[in-house]
C-alpha cells in the first residue's frame, strides 16, 4: 500500500511523504531553524520537538542542520520514519491538533530559506567519463581525450566553502586574468561564462584523522544530496589551470538548492552504475548498485524570454565514480571529514549532445551556437541570463525530488581598470 500523507500533495509534487528533504527557513525575519518540505508546506521540527514528539533532543532549533547531521545514520533514519508516522494520513496527533498544526506547518511562499548547512570544506570531483572525454577531445584530441590516471582515481579538487551560495542568489560576472590569443594576459571580465550541472552530497558523521573510510561503509556517512550549479569562467580557467587545475574560475559562486534530500529517501532509486575498466583498486571496489537514477533538467532564461526553455536533460547514474568511491578515495589518505563537508559530483553528461551538462559542450567551444526560442543565441552566459537546474527520482506513483537550484549572470559588481 502506498504511504499517503493527510496532506494533500499531487502526484507530480518534488516533495511527497516519501520525501521529506531538510532544510532551514525563518518566518516574519525570525530566528532560522529546521524544516522538512511536505507538498507545499514546510513542517517547522523545532515546534515538533518542543511538544515531545521528536526523539533527538535539542538539534532543530537551530540555524543549521549540522547538530542533527553529527548524530548519524540511525538518528537520521528514526526521526525520518517518525515525521512519515506522524504525517501519514490513518495519524491523528498531528492531523486532528489544530494548534499545532497552525505553529508547525507554514506555507513554503511564507517563509524566507537559508544555506541549510554550515559547509566547512568543499571538494568537487570530476567522475563523469561523458564530460571527462568531451573537454580532453576539445582540448587535446580525441585520442588523448582522458589522462593517463582519470580511470584509475577519482579526480577532485579544493573548491571554496565560502562561496557556495543557495539558489536565487545573483552571480556577477568576475574579473580575472585572460591571455588572447597574441599577446601578454590582461585583467578583464571574464567572456566566457558556463554553468556546470552537478550535484553535491553532504558529509554527516565523518572520520578520524588517520583513519580512512572504508567504500563498503561510506554510504553510512553521507547525509544527503542537492542539486549544485558549479558556475564557471572558462577563459580565466584555461590560462591558469595548468599545472594545478582550478582556481578563480569557480570560486566566485557555486549554487546549491535549499533542500537536502536524505539517501534513505533516495535508496529506492539505487541501480547500477556504470561498467568500469579497468577495474578499480581494491580500496575502490564496491558490489552492487551504487548509482542513484535521478532525472536531471537545465533551463536557460534570458531577459527577452517570457519562459525559460529546456537546453539539456541528464542523469546522475551516468556518473562513472560512484560517491562511494568518491569518498573512499578522498579519505585513503586519513584526511578527517566533518558534518556538513559538501562534495560535489562534477559536470554530469550523457552520451549525447541533448545531455550535454555544460555550455561549452553544449555550443563545442561556441562553435555550434545555441538557438533561444526568441531567435537569440548564445555561445556562452550573457548578463541578465537566468539558468535553473531540476532534479527528481520517479517512483511508482510519486515523486522524489530537489526542487531547483537557479542563479543569474549579473555584470561584474565593481568596475576595474583593464590591463
Not at 10 to 24: R, T
Not at 135 to 157: E, H, S
Not at 255 to 281: G, M, R
Request: one cysteine or more.
Amino acid at each position: 500500500m502506498t504511504l499517503t500523507s493527510f496532506i494533500e500533495v499531487p502526484a507530480d509534487s518534488h516533495f511527497p511523504i516519501q520525501n521529506l528533504p531538510y532544510g532551514v527557513f525563518s518566518t516574519n525575519g525570525g530566528t532560522p531553524r529546521v524544516g522538512v518540505r511536505i507538498g507545499t508546506y514546510v513542517l517547522d521540527l523545532s515546534v515538533l520537538e518542543a511538544a515531545g514528539l521528536l526523539p533527538q533532543p535539542s538539534v532543530f532549533a537551530q540555524s543549521s542542520l549540522n547538530a542533527f547531521m553529527a548524530q548519524g545514520r540511525e538518528a537520521w533514519r528514526t526521526v525520518r520514519s517518525r515525521l512519515q508516522e506522524l504525517l501519514a494520513s490513518d495519524n491523528p496527533t498531528l492531523r486532528d491538533h489544530a494548534e499545532m498544526r497552525r505553529n508547525a506547518l507554514t506555507p513554503v511562499a511564507d517563509v524566507t530559506l537559508h544555506l541549510p548547512v554550515e559547509i566547512g570544506d568543499y571538494t568537487d570531483f570530476y567522475s563523469s567519463k561523458e564530460h571527462a572525454t568531451n573537454m580532453g577531445t576539445m582540448f587535446r584530441g580525441k585520442d588523448n581525450a582522458l589522462m593517463p590516471n582519470w580511470l584509475y582515481i577519482p579526480v577532485a579538487y579544493h573548491g571554496r566553502a565560502s562561496s557556495v551560495v543557495l539558489s536565487g542568489t545573483d552571480v556577477y560576472r568576475p574579473y580575472g586574468q585572460i591571455k588572447p590569443e597574441d599577446g601578454p594576459p590582461v585583467l578583464a571580465p571574464s567572456r566566457v561564462m558556463d554553468f556546470e550541472l552537478e550535484m553535491g552530497y553532504f558529509i554527516g558523521t565523518g572520520n578520524d584523522l588517520g583513519t580512512p573510510i572504508p567504500v563498503d561503509q561510506a554510504a553510512d556517512h553521507f547525509f544527503g544530496m542537492v542539486l549544485v550549479n558549479d558556475w564557471s569562467a572558462r577563459d580565466i580557467q584555461r590560462w591558469e589551470y595548468q599545472p594545478l587545475g582550478p582556481f578563480l574560475a569557480k570560486n566566485m559562486a557555486t549554487s546549491i538548492s535549499p533542500w537536502v534530500v536524505s539517501l534513505d529517501a533516495l535508496e529506492p532509486f539505487l541501480c547500477a552504475a556504470p561498467p568500469q575498466d579497468p577495474a578499480p583498486l581494491s580500496y575502490l571496489d564496491h558490489a552492487g548498485d551504487q548509482a542513484y537514477d535521478i532525472n536531471l533538467e537545465v533551463l536557460l532564461q534570458s531577459e527577452s524570454m517570457t519562459e525559460p526553455m529546456s537546453i539539456a536533460r541528464s542523469n546522475f547514474k551516468y556518473m562513472y565514480w560512484h560517491i562511494a568511491q568518491q569518498l573512499a578515495h578522498h579519505t585513503i589518505t586519513g584526511c578527517n571529514m566533518r558534518p556538513g563537508d559538501l562534495m560535489a559530483s562534477g559536470t554530469l553528461s550523457g552520451p549525447t549532445p541533448d545531455t550535454y551538462g555544460s555550455m561549452l559542450e553544449i555550443t563545442w567551444r561556441g562553435e555550434n551556437p545555441l538557438e533561444l526560442t526568441t531567435g537569440e543565441t548564445r555561445k556562452f552566459l550573457q548578463d541578465g541570463d537566468r539558468l535553473t537546474i531540476t532534479g527528481w527520482a520517479q517512483g511508482d506513483g510519486y515523486q522524489v525530488g530537489f526542487g531547483e537550484v537557479m542563479g543569474r549572470v549579473m555584470a561584474p559588481r565593481t568596475k576595474m581598470e583593464h590591463s
